[in-house]
């Protein structure tokens, strides 16, 4: 059996704030396996960002255990996490934190660079997701000039550009309207086809339920229901960046 990406153990984060401890997460204990559509739900406040600030390096446990793409997330240097974020993990955020001064390429790029890339890989491969998600067209263009959509997918290829194991979502489709929330989730879902990613996300929205391996519901920090759903698919789409047939469909 393959050593699950996620592993949690009475996973716990208290913050004090003017002596007053607040919970952001107690106790919590879960596996989460490679491949896995993970959907995270619950209202303002339970937990589902401080979790997903756990697992991006962002924070650190108050207690309990932490292991993740196995690096122990409690005892990991500050340099191992920040090594962790750049080759890792992909995160695609509700408010898309795009850079304004950059235009689509400098804003997929840049984590590629940042990472230690050179500038040629790192614009062949931006090239080929922003071609896959259909915005060759706004290449040049800055995130003003972009649809609420196209910064999302813009987003979602900034994230990808380092081939992340582990893509993290904070309710990606919170500023979309219908019709590009669905698109965004199709995307998310055909970027993990294949079973090499796993993806967790956050969300209020039903629209990512149809896509979950599993669900977790959390309230006031603790998960307090759990529900499995359908299997993955076992191979990703011919058209997908990340199969190995990406090069020939495009010749």
């Not at 896995?36 to 600030?53: D, N």
Request: proline content about 5%; aromatic content about 2%.
């Amino acid at each position: 059996m393959k050593e699950p990406i996620i592993e949690a153990e009475n996973l716990s984060r208290i913050y004090s704030m003017d002596s007053v401890d607040v919970v952001g997460i107690a106790g919590i204990d879960l596996n989460v396996e490679q491949g896995e559509i993970l959907v995270l739900k619950g209202e303002s406040g339970s937990g589902k960002s401080t979790l997903l600030s756990l697992l991006a390096g962002l924070d650190r446990p108050t207690s309990g255990k932490l292991k993740v793409a196995g690096r122990n997330m409690a005892k990991a240097s500050e340099k191992d996490l920040t090594r962790y974020r750049r080759e890792t993990v992909g995160m695609i955020f509700q408010n898309f934190n795009l850079l304004p001064t950059l235009n689509v390429m400098e804003n997929v790029t840049l984590p590629g660079l940042l990472a230690g890339r050179s500038h040629s890989s790192v614009r062949k491969k931006a090239a080929e997701l922003i071609e896959w998600l259909g915005m060759e067209s706004r290449i040049a263009h800055h995130p003003t000039q972009l649809s609420g959509g196209e910064m999302q997918r813009t987003a979602i290829a900034r994230a990808l550009i380092n081939d992340p194991a582990l893509i993290l979502a904070d309710e990606p489709t919170g500023n979309l309207d219908s019709r590009n929330s669905a698109r965004v989730m199709d995307l998310l879902e055909k970027i993990v086809a294949g079973g090499k990613r796993t993806l967790v996300v956050a969300t209020h929205s039903t629209v990512a339920d149809r896509m979950a391996t599993r669900q977790i519901c959390l309230k006031d920090g603790s998960l307090v229901r759990q529900r499995p759903a359908r299997a993955l698919p076992q191979s990703p789409p011919a058209a997908n960046p990340f199969s190995q047939d990406w090069h020939k469909t495009r010749n």
